[in-house]
């Protein structure tokens, strides 16, 4: 059996040109398997509004340019009436906690300055910070957007997963070499008691690729990692997709992605 050093000196062995043409390859068969998930508008080379100008889509996608790090960023497309509905209700929300945080702030101050008076001790007084935006404005953030990943032949992958609830097996996910773990978008009280929101994720993992591991680590984050099964083959052999954020897009492009047509990539 080849060992990992022996792996990682073979994939370092290859030509970049090599390298380019899988990446093209795998991002090409990626974007056909999204297909059916994401049938909306490219946006623009910044992804700031659909190149069509659409005002009925829901979402726009920004797919990686040549030489790019291989992520799909999805967007919610601010020309459109219901987005720009939700966008303005959030807002309102956030202007609601942070006029809250500056009561407490011009609160602690009085109480500071008249402690100051009395005693002659200053005191350290909280300021407004963008985390007085609550988890309104997390969840904003995470409902405005889906990120995918695609990674490949790397010797492991690692993750690290926020939030409350443990990443566990999606159950509907029954492809022959394929693991996908799930995390719903949920609530959850971080350090100090803070409110905080995790955004809905799913990490698939096709070909030869170890069970993935769960732990816990400090400060609410699970870290997810899966071990390469170590081959001699140069071809594509291990293929994972993180898909992250709106929990009702994420659920849906799980649903009609074509896994299968990835899984053929990987034989």
Do not use: C
């Given at each position: 059996?080849?060992?990992?050093?022996?792996?990682?000196?073979?994939?370092?062995?290859?030509?970049?040109?090599?390298?380019?043409?899988?990446?093209?390859?795998?991002?090409?068969?990626?974007?056909?398997?999204?297909?059916?998930?994401?049938?909306?508008?490219e946006?623009?080379?910044?992804?700031?509004?659909?190149?069509?100008?659409?005002?009925?889509a829901?979402?726009?996608?920004?797919?990686?340019?040549?030489g790019?790090?291989?992520?799909?960023?999805v967007?919610?497309?601010?020309?459109?009436?219901?987005?720009?509905?939700?966008?303005?209700?959030?807002?309102?929300?956030?202007?609601?906690?942070?006029?809250?945080?500056?009561?407490?702030?011009?609160?602690?101050?009085?109480?500071?300055?008249?402690?100051?008076?009395?005693?002659?001790?200053?005191?350290?007084?909280?300021?407004?910070?963008?985390?007085?935006?609550?988890?309104?404005?997390?969840?904003?953030?995470?409902?405005?957007?889906?990120?995918?990943?695609?990674?490949?032949?790397?010797?492991?992958?690692?993750?690290?997963?926020?939030?409350?609830?443990?990443?566990?097996?999606?159950?509907?996910?029954?492809?022959?070499n394929?693991?996908?773990?799930?995390?719903?978008?949920?609530?959850?009280?971080?350090?100090?008691?803070?409110?905080?929101?995790?955004?809905?994720?799913?990490?698939?993992?096709?070909?030869?690729?170890?069970e993935?591991?769960?732990?816990?680590?400090?400060?609410?984050?699970?870290?997810?990692?899966?071990?390469?099964?170590?081959?001699?083959?140069?071809?594509?052999?291990?293929?994972?997709?993180?898909?992250?954020?709106?929990?009702?897009?994420?659920?849906?492009?799980?649903?009609?992605?074509?896994?299968?047509?990835?899984?053929?990539?990987?034989?």
């Open positions: 059996m080849i060992r990992a050093a022996a792996l990682v000196g073979l994939l370092a062995s290859w030509p970049a040109s090599t390298q380019e043409a899988l990446s093209t390859r795998v991002m090409t068969a990626v974007r056909e398997a999204l297909a059916a998930a994401l049938p909306y508008p946006a623009d080379a910044k992804g700031a509004v659909p190149v069509n100008d659409s005002t009925e829901l979402w726009m996608v920004r797919y990686p340019a040549a790019e790090k291989l992520t799909i960023e967007s919610a497309n601010p020309l459109n009436e219901v987005v720009q509905l939700r966008a303005t209700r959030a807002m309102a929300q956030i202007d609601l906690n942070i006029q809250a945080a500056q009561r407490r702030a011009t609160m602690q101050y009085e109480n500071a300055v008249a402690e100051a008076k009395r005693t002659g001790r200053s005191q350290d007084v909280d300021g407004v910070t963008l985390s007085d935006e609550g988890i309104a404005g997390e969840r904003i953030d995470a409902e405005s957007h889906v990120t995918i990943d695609v990674l490949f032949n790397e010797r492991d992958y690692r993750f690290g997963v926020p939030g409350a609830q443990e990443p566990t097996r999606l159950p509907a996910f029954t492809y022959p394929g693991v996908a773990l799930m995390v719903p978008a949920h609530p959850y009280r971080g350090d100090g008691g803070a409110e905080r929101f995790a955004e809905s994720q799913r990490l698939v993992f096709m070909g030869r690729i170890g993935p591991r769960v732990s816990k680590q400090p400060d609410d984050v699970w870290n997810v990692t899966a071990a390469a099964i170590p081959q001699t083959t140069t071809g594509l052999h291990g293929l994972v997709l993180r898909i992250r954020g709106n929990n009702e897009l994420v659920t849906e492009i799980v649903a009609k992605t074509d896994w299968a047509r990835l899984l053929e990539l990987l034989k």
